[in-house]
């Protein structure tokens, strides 16, 4: 497994900004970013930020089209770490389920479960009905991981964009990819510091 390779799917669900974030903090930490995003999700970039087309295009190492199902990610011999998808859409999340796969985002979301490595969904809908919950059972199932979005309030998030942040970081934690901005409980976060002496220790 090559861990300076991610996969960075976008579906067109709300929540883009997780995804842009999530090739953002990638490229930070180093790690080369292949990412494809749904037609669906370009729209929403407009809707949701001010961020061009082409300059969203420009943000991963490597971006591919919906259709192209003969791409690098597409094959189990292209090696990375995993595949985020960020925000996944119900729709994206279902396909993935059944196994079949009519476009490169959920074609490569199958070719990570097949060869065992890790796929991550931060998946973008509430509430839920029984029908996700059971996608949802599935794919956890078939090894997924069902990571919602939802804000870590014990971090005392000041802005949206620390919400984001707490919540992409806590997502790439789960690829082994440790982004120095993600406010960890017991060390970062005051509340959380353990005792200074040990728990163990009793009085003479």
């Known amino acids: 497994m090559k861990s300076d390779r991610i996969i960075v799917g976008i579906s067109g669900a709300s929540g883009i900004v997780y995804g842009i974030r999530a090739l953002q903090l990638a490229s930070q930490l180093g790690v080369e970013t292949h990412c494809v995003a749904s037609r669906a999700a370009e729209m929403t970039l407009g809707y949701e930020t001010d961020i061009t087309i082409p300059d969203f295009r420009d943000m991963p190492d490597f971006m591919y089209k919906m259709p192209d199902v003969g791409a690098p ?3 189990g011999s292209f090696q990375t770490v995993g595949m985020l998808i960020a925000p996944c859409s119900v729709r994206t999340m279902s396909e993935i389920a059944t ?8 074609r490569a979301a199958d070719v990570v479960l097949k060869e065992r490595r890790r796929l991550v969904l931060m998946v973008r809908e509430t509430p839920f009905h029984l029908g996700h919950i059971r996608t949802m059972e599935t794919l956890t199932e078939m090894g997924a991981i069902i990571c919602p979005p939802l804000p870590a309030f014990y ?3 000041k ?3 620390e919400m984001v942040d707490q919540s992409v970081g806590r997502a790439l934690d789960l690829f082994g990819l440790d982004w120095s901005g993600t406010q960890r409980w017991g060390e970062d976060i005051e509340g959380g510091k353990r005792p200074s002496s040990s728990r163990n220790s009793r009085n003479s």
């Open 155 to 157: 971090a005392r998030p």
């Open 73 to 75: 990610i597409a094959s």
């Open 159 to 161: 802005t949206i964009e």
């Open 99 to 106: 196994g079949v796969t009519s476009s490169l985002l959920t």
